[in-house]
């Protein structure tokens, strides 16, 4: 059982968006600007897509985007294109020099 | 170009050892702290250790701490994994950590499959 609560699949047709949620608590995503999306395709190396909640890195397309209500964080990608399937991890710090990750969501572009 | 390389990974018995490492280059690794992230068969990311950027400082996650140790030299990120469990088994990540003012992982390695199994 993972720290962050993710929904284990999310889906959409090219072109649309879908939201994956990523729910903690008030000692983690509620209290600190520390959150992180990670897309992982199969057999591959976790990539940062999100950080500090909203921030994109540097080459991440404008398409993601990174929100946060409360104790809940969310990543937004809008304009699904074929290559965006993979797995989403969401992360927090969570103090004391502790990081949590959500189980990952899976998410199919149909 | 950031580039991590880690090695060491191996088929090993409950109760042994190994000793993963971790290549890093294109990048000023003494600046930077850095951390190994696990990801078991078909499971999700765990973080397991971090290191400072001077090595002065660890911190280790509950599942570990006592068994694995972090260490690093002016180029490669370690780890030491003792007492190796069944539930250790996973692709050992190491990762760069942005950990000053934010905290991040912002670049990643390919990975070293640890498999503990009698």
């Known amino acids: 059982q993972s720290d962050l609560t993710q929904p284990p699949s999310a889906s959409g047709s090219p072109g649309q968006s879908v939201t994956i949620s990523c729910t903690g608590t008030?000692?983690?995503?509620?209290?600190?600007?520390?959150v992180s999306w990670y897309q992982q395709h199969p057999g591959k190396a976790p990539k940062l897509m999100i950080y500090?909640?909203?921030k994109r890195p540097s080459g991440v397309p404008d398409r993601f985007s990174g929100s946060r209500s409360d104790n809940t964080a969310s990543l937004t990608v809008s304009g699904l294109q074929a290559e965006d399937e993979a797995d989403y991890y969401c992360?927090?710090?969570?103090?004391?020099?502790?990081?949590?990750f959500g189980g990952g969501t899976k998410l199919t572009v149909l | 170009e950031v580039q991590l390389l880690e090695s060491g990974g191996g088929l090993v018995q409950p109760g042994g050892s190994l000793r993963l490492s971790c290549a890093a280059s294109?990048?000023?690794?003494?600046?930077?702290?850095m951390s190994w992230v696990r990801q078991a068969p078909g499971k999700g990311l765990e973080w397991v250790s971090l290191?400072?950027?001077?090595?002065?400082a660890t911190f280790y996650a509950d599942s570990v701490r006592g068994r694995f140790t972090i260490s690093r030299d002016n180029s490669k990120l370690f780890l030491r994994v003792n007492s190796l469990r069944v539930e250790d088994t996973a692709v050992y990540f190491c990762?760069?950590?942005?950990?000053?003012?934010?905290?991040?992982?912002?670049?990643w390695g390919q990975g070293t499959l640890i498999t503990v199994s009698s």
């Open positions: 992360s927090s710090y969570a103090g004391s020099n502790n990081v949590v």
């Open positions: 008030s000692s983690d995503i509620g209290y600190y600007n520390y």
């Open positions: 500090e909640v909203t």
């Open positions: 294109g990048f000023s690794f003494s600046t930077y702290a």
């Open positions: 290191i400072s950027s001077s090595g002065g």
């Open positions: 990762a760069r950590v942005v950990w000053s003012g934010s905290y991040r992982f912002d670049y």
